[in-house]
């Protein structure tokens, strides 16, 4: 098999995956299933003072991170958003505080404009549509935060990564590729799982 058959094949069968556990997670979708998940993922830490952690704006189906971005804001820790600047670039995250302007991308995600400040994140607490045992981490095919994490990683800076879902989008196996990056843990309404 060569390289191009192999990387269509790894394409396609992460398509299919994809569209399988979003459709579950339309069927799942609930509001105390997204307070079980914050809920988790606000335990994570006693102390959050300090603390720099890069969270997300949800869209869709996600879950929603609003209140867990005021909620740790609140508790002294300094949030950032992803902002993609560049196709093929590493996302920049930047600050987060009540009364931002938002400026909404060409993905429909509301992202902070450009002249609040940008942060590195000591956590990041990350979307995904699926995830495995081994912590290998399904996104919607852009690899902007398997590139981000590879960037920081290649310059010596380690955030604990943890994903952020619904149980349904825990599956047995996600295809991967050399590229993909492996989450330190997982919060989902039910538990919190650690894979290294």
């Not at 307070?35 to 996600?62: I, K, P, Q």
């Not at 300094?78 to 987060?96: Q, S």
């Not at 935060?145 to 952020?164: A, C, E, K």
Request: hydrophobic share 40%.
């Amino acid at each position: 098999m060569t390289d191009v058959t192999s990387a269509r094949a790894l394409d396609g069968a992460k398509k299919r995956l994809r569209r399988r556990i979003l459709k579950q997670r339309r069927q799942a979708h609930a509001v105390w299933r997204t307070r079980g998940v914050l809920s988790n993922a606000m335990g994570l830490r006693s102390d959050w003072r300090g603390c720099r952690v890069g969270l997300f704006a949800g869209f869709g189906t996600e879950v929603d991170p609003d209140w867990l971005m005021r909620a740790l804001t609140r508790r002294g820790a300094i949030v950032g958003l992803p902002v993609v600047v560049a196709p093929r670039m590493p996302l920049v995250f930047r600050r987060f505080q009540p009364g931002i302007r938002f400026a909404i991308s060409g993905f429909g995600i509301r992202e902070p404009g450009p002249r609040v400040p940008t942060m590195r994140p000591d956590i990041v607490l990350m979307p995904l549509v699926g995830v495995d045992r081994r912590g290998m981490r399904l996104g919607y095919g852009g690899g902007f935060y398997d590139r981000t994490i590879r960037d920081w990683r290649n310059r010596g800076h380690r955030p604990l990564l943890v994903g952020m879902a619904y149980e349904t989008q825990y599956v047995p196996m996600v295809p991967t590729g050399s590229h993909d990056q492996v989450l330190d843990m997982l919060v989902t309404e039910t538990a919190i799982r650690r894979f290294r």
